[in-house]
């Protein structure tokens, strides 16, 4: 998707939480989500304990980590109003947790926008694999960072 040239857009923060907990949920804010998806406009309702996506919307591919990984994803909206998320490719973790290669955002086809990123960092403790949508929020090592957009930024903020 081209940044300076998308008419894909979203117009309504969209208050992403839930990304903490035991469960493989997530919420919206209480307000519906206004976006437009090639110049066409559309509506989503307020979300409230939706199952989170299990695979990455471009791939078909789980989307896992394990010790010393991580990874940014996008969390966006198709034109029928599913929550969808596509990952950037997984890059290794200093022993302090910091990210040595800075991850880039997935290519994302333009039948779908983003209106979330979401910073997964699987520290030195992780256990074993952790799969994104199936694996819990709150699992030993996992850290989260999650950041509301109305259109793609250059670059994710990792820190």
Do not use: E
């Not at 998806?37 to 791939?59: H, L, N």
């Not at 599913?82 to 991850?103: C, E, H, M, R, T």
């Amino acid at each position: 998707m081209d940044r300076l040239n998308s008419t894909n857009l979203v117009t309504t923060k969209a208050g992403l939480t839930g990304i903490s907990g035991g469960a493989t949920t997530f919420s919206t804010g209480a307000a519906a989500q206004s976006y437009s998806i090639g110049g066409k406009a559309y509506s989503k309702a307020q979300v409230s304990g939706g199952t989170t996506p299990t695979t990455d919307a471009v791939s078909g591919s789980a989307i896992t980590l394990i010790a010393n990984q991580g990874l940014v994803a996008l969390w966006c909206l198709d034109a029928s109003g599913n929550v969808k998320v596509a990952a950037g490719g997984v890059q290794s973790l200093d022993n302090a947790g910091n990210f040595l290669i800075p991850p880039a955002f997935p290519a994302l086809p333009d039948t779908l926008v983003p209106f979330a990123y979401h910073v997964v960092k699987g520290g030195s403790t992780t256990s074993g694999t952790w799969t994104f949508g199936s694996s819990n929020w709150n699992s030993t090592g996992l850290s989260h960072s999650v950041v509301d957009i109305m259109t793609l930024p250059d670059r994710p903020q990792t820190a």
